[in-house]
Nanobody
Framework: QVQLVESGGGLVQPGGSLRLSCVASGIIFSNYHMGWYRQAPGKQRDMVARFTRAGIINYLDSVKGRFTISRDNAKNTISLQMNSLKPEDTAVYYC?????????WGQGTQVTVSS
């Protein structure tokens, strides 16, 4: 059974920081592209950051320079360090594991940026 378990969401003031983590089980982690997506109410789910199995990293333009994704294949973990948070970063953040054959999602963690 595949599980992606996120943690680290919460309420933070504008300009603050949060760190999200996702632990995967039930997959051969190193075979998967791993990423973070987010979805705000009434909006589509967007890719925020992606760390491919080949080590290529991509970011949503609006988070470049503020967010950093990291990956630890030994611990089956990806993380997302989010700095200089803005109200428009408010969303449910989802961990994603994708291969050519399948993909999996975590349950999501809420990030709210508000004063």
């Amino acid at each position: 059974q595949v599980q992606l378990v996120e943690s680290g969401g919460g309420l933070v003031q504008p300009g603050g920081s949060l760190r999200l983590s996702c632990v995967a089980s039930g997959i051969i982690f190193s075979n998967y592209h791993m990423g973070w997506y987010r979805q705000a109410p009434g909006k589509q789910r967007d890719m925020v950051a992606r760390f491919t199995r080949a080590g290529i990293i991509n970011y949503l333009d609006s988070v470049k320079g503020r967010f950093t994704i990291s990956r630890d294949n030994a611990k089956n973990t990806i993380s997302l360090q989010m700095n200089s948070l803005k109200p428009e970063d408010t969303a449910v953040y989802y961990c994603n594991a994708a291969s050519f054959a399948d993909q999996f999602w975590g349950q999501g963690t809420q990030v709210t940026v508000s004063s």
